[in-house]
């Protein structure tokens, strides 16, 4: 069966630099939520987008931003990275409303050096 | 959105039951409880969810009072494989809900 797909899967960053992540949900999946799990901590939740549109926020830094793409798949951008940025990035994704099932992906390990 | 509380670690022998608590108290009516489990760099699995009495499928039970303040997630005879971190989730009736992650229970398996 599909799962959801993050790529990378791992990135290296500098202080100040940028960084994109893309989520691919599971086909006919209509929210997507992204994750941040820092080393020995429990998954924080960012935001979540639902048919596109930004459903609910979390603790996302401003530097933060997300869309969801007409083809439902998901793009987190970070922008001037800190070294506290450095954490496991996960996506999820669910099926339409009434689920609470969340189908998570592999995630991607940034590293800020 | 309600508020869970579980301890911290727990460990047991394999072959053991495992029963993980959940307290959420001010737990609202149309919410959803969830049981999720992460291993080390993965993301979290989706094991079970139930509204309230017993719900059981194939890896695990969950067991809800009729106040609906906790709930038990409950897994038969477990073995080194299920050591992880097991997690409890409240959700809001309609799914894309923001949701929290509380601290999770830490399950080690002896064998």
């Known amino acids: 069966a599909a799962g959801v797909i993050q790529s990378p899967r791992h990135l290296i960053k500098e202080k100040r630099e940028t960084a994109t992540l893309k989520c691919y949900p599971i086909?006919?999946?209509?929210?997507v939520y992204w994750y941040q799990q820092g080393p020995g901590q429990d998954p924080q939740f960012l935001i979540s987008?639902?048919?596109?549109?930004?459903?609910d926020k979390g603790s996302i830094p401003d530097r933060f931003s997300a869309q969801q793409f007409s083809d439902y798949h998901s793009e987190l951008n970070m922008s001037s990275l800190e070294l506290g940025d450095s954490a496991l990035y996960f996506c999820?994704?669910?099926?339409?409303?009434?689920?609470?099932?969340?189908?998570f992906g592999p995630g991607t390990r940034l590293t800020v050096t | 959105l309600a508020k869970t509380t579980q301890p911290i670690s727990m460990d047991s022998y394999e072959g053991q039951e495992v029963n993980i608590t959940c307290s959420h108290n001010n737990i609202a009516t149309n919410d959803y409880i969830t049981w999720y489990q992460q291993f080390p760099s993965q993301g979290p699995r989706f094991i079970i969810q139930g509204y309230k009495t017993k719900v059981t499928n194939e890896v695990a039970s969950l067991f809800i009072p009729a106040d609906r303040k906790s709930s038990t997630l409950s897994l038969p005879r477990v073995s080194l494989s299920d050591t992880a971190v097991y997690y409890c989730?409240?959700?809001?009736?309609?799914?894309?809900?923001?949701?929290?992650f509380g601290t999770g229970t830490k399950l080690q398996v002896i064998p």
């Open positions: 987008f639902y048919e596109k549109m930004q459903s």
């Open positions: 999820a994704s669910s099926q339409p409303s009434g689920s609470y099932e969340q189908y």
């Open positions: 989730l409240v959700w809001v009736s309609g799914g894309y809900q923001k949701v929290t």
């Open positions: 086909p006919r999946h209509d929210t």
